[in-house]
């Protein structure tokens, strides 16, 4: 265990002088937890591989889950892409800095740990005033995957950080909520056609936007055994109840919850009820349940900003199962529906 530094910024006029002792535990091979306009990331200097690995050490993460880069002005990812494409300069000048991650071909020279061993490099610039400055000030390509122990739910405020990593890295850096929510889109750029790994915040209406109508592939055509992104294999996003993720008709699923909040109240078991505004008239008011509101089932992004914060209070009321309504798959609600998922396991059950 060491002596964590816990350091409070103002999002809105980062302190340069706290920042600058972050970039000096980077750039001397230490571990900085920072704020993005998604979630807390935990970083590493990639051309240091022994800091890189210590990312996977520190957070429990498999070796072959690759990490994403973060860069702070456009010449870097020259730096570090062997090739960039028209396509990749068009989405970069259009989407960055902000919550997109592209795939490309890699260069020599950037360590096998950072990409897990794959012929491709994850590259994004993120727009949180204090990631920015941080990165600007260290100077260097940063790696940094989510700040919290592999496989729970993302960390979207700094308190979450502190209560998965403190005394295990060298600064935590704690700005209070992000922005977001989720993780950025991961989008591949290697392959014949874009293709979406990981849904986020940049949606894929927004990319074909500017690509075109049916140029970009969704997550579910991607067919492979190994992880290409993060976030694409392994079970992600859990808090420690069971997560029963349901689809169907909202009527459907308040018959549903009413049935199970009924089991709940005569055991004497505590439930959660991750679900929308629109539902609450459907959850009575009762001791063994928690409704936890995604916000309006109409506005994803409420729903996108709110979700992991939720999933961590399930786990600070000691509740026991949770009932989670699939949100609409349209904007950032697909990248709300992948967490879900990936959270309850990779099961939805379809209520009729």
Request: glycine letters at 10%; hydrophobic letters at 40%.
């Amino acid at each position: 265990m060491i002596k964590t530094e816990i350091i409070r910024v103002n999002p809105e006029a980062p302190d340069g002088e706290a920042l600058a002792q972050a970039a000096a535990i980077l750039r001397q091979g230490g571990l900085v937890a920072f704020p993005t306009e998604t979630v807390y990331g935990l970083g590493a200097v990639i051309y240091n591989r022994t800091s890189v690995q210590k990312i996977f050490t520190v957070k429990g993460r498999p070796g072959d889950n690759p990490l994403i880069v973060h860069i702070y002005r456009e010449e870097q990812l020259h730096e570090l892409a062997r090739e960039t494409s028209a396509t990749a300069l068009i989405l970069a000048r259009r989407f960055w800095p902000g919550p997109l991650t592209m795939i490309l071909p890699k260069k020599e020279g950037i360590p096998a740990e950072v990409s897990a061993g794959l012929p491709t490099v994850a590259v994004r610039w993120p727009s949180h005033p204090v990631a920015r400055e941080l990165l600007r000030q260290t100077d260097r390509p940063v790696a940094a995957p989510s700040a919290n122990l592999s496989g729970r739910p993302s960390p979207t405020r700094g308190s979450h950080v502190i209560a998965d990593l403190d005394g295990k890295v060298e600064m935590i850096i704690d700005a209070g909520p992000t922005g977001v929510g989720v993780e950025s889109t991961v989008l591949d750029l290697t392959s014949a056609r874009p293709r979406i790994l990981r849904p986020g915040g940049v949606t894929r209406e927004m990319l074909e936007a500017v690509l075109g109508e049916g140029s970009v592939d969704a997550p579910e055509q991607v067919k492979t055994d190994r992880p290409l992104a993060p976030g694409m294999k392994y079970r992600h996003y859990a808090p420690q109840a069971p997560i029963h993720f349901m689809a169907g008709a909202p009527a459907s699923i308040h018959r549903f919850l009413q049935g199970r909040i009924e089991e709940a109240r005569q055991a004497g078991k505590k439930i959660g009820i991750l679900a929308y505004d629109e539902d609450r008239s459907a959850v009575p008011s009762l001791p063994e349940v928690e409704f936890l509101s995604l916000g309006r089932r109409t506005n994803p992004a409420e729903g996108a900003e709110r979700l992991f914060h939720l999933l961590r209070l399930c786990d600070q009321v000691g509740v026991e199962e949770i009932y989670a309504v699939a949100p609409p798959r349209t904007g950032v609600g697909e990248a709300v529906y992948n967490r879900l998922f990936k959270a309850a396991g990779g099961k939805v059950e379809e209520i009729k």
